[in-house]
């Protein structure tokens, strides 16, 4: 792990403890790390619903979701087992952004469904500015929000919906599976 690294799950994990300044610089911090492993040409948009709250986070490598695409990606492509992962997955032309700017999964159902809508705006903006031919929703229930940020922008293409590849065997499966397909075909 780089230093920067290190210092960002750093200012992630206190964010996690204390809200406000923190937790706002901790999403600046999420912020220049992901635009680090932006592609050139966004060929493949992952779309996730937020951050955890654990101030785990992909472009960290220590999220959950981190370790169930670079599983897949492997498996779809096995030369990449000994590559740098997210250097890889930059090489490919795949970028993951957020719907949320802020983590949702320790809230209420409704203050979290409000926070998804109010990201549809901003991920509008996103998919004009990246325009990329596939997206990948990696989280089922925001789907619809994805979609109408897709209208929005004015996008067409592939869309694909891929449950959450936490911790049901059957989710996990299903999700590598469609997604290895995807990305064997792209």
């Known amino acids: 792990m780089s ?3 290190g210092v960002a799950r750093l200012v992630g994990a206190q964010a996690a403890k204390r809200p406000g300044a923190a937790s706002s610089k901790a999403s600046l911090a999420r912020e220049r790390l992901r635009r680090r492993h932006q592609p050139e040409r966004v060929r493949i948009l992952f779309v996730g619903e937020a951050p955890p709250a654990s101030g785990r986070f992909f472009y960290q490598a220590d999220s959950g979701l981190y370790r169930a695409i670079r599983e897949t990606f492997i498996e779809a492509f096995p030369n990449l087992r000994h590559r740098p992962f997210l250097k890889s997955f930059q090489s490919l032309g795949c970028y993951l952004v957020d719907l949320c700017g802020k983590p949702v999964d320790r809230m209420e159902v409704r203050p979290r469904q409000r926070l998804s809508a109010a990201g549809e705006s901003r991920l509008s903006k996103k998919i004009r500015q990246l325009d990329p031919e596939t997206i990948v929703v ?3 229930s925001i789907g619809n929000v ?3 940020a897709e209208l929005r922008a004015g996008w067409s293409g ?3 919906e891929l449950p959450y590849p936490g911790r049901w065997h059957h989710y ?4 590598r599976r469609k997604l290895v397909l995807l990305l064997r075909a792209s």
Not at 172 to 175: A, I, L, M, N, V
């Open 3 to 5: 230093q920067r690294e």
């Open 138 to 140: 990696v989280v089922r």
């Open 146 to 148: 994805v979609r109408r």
């Open 158 to 160: 592939l869309h694909v």
């Open 172 to 175: 996990r499966k299903e999700f």
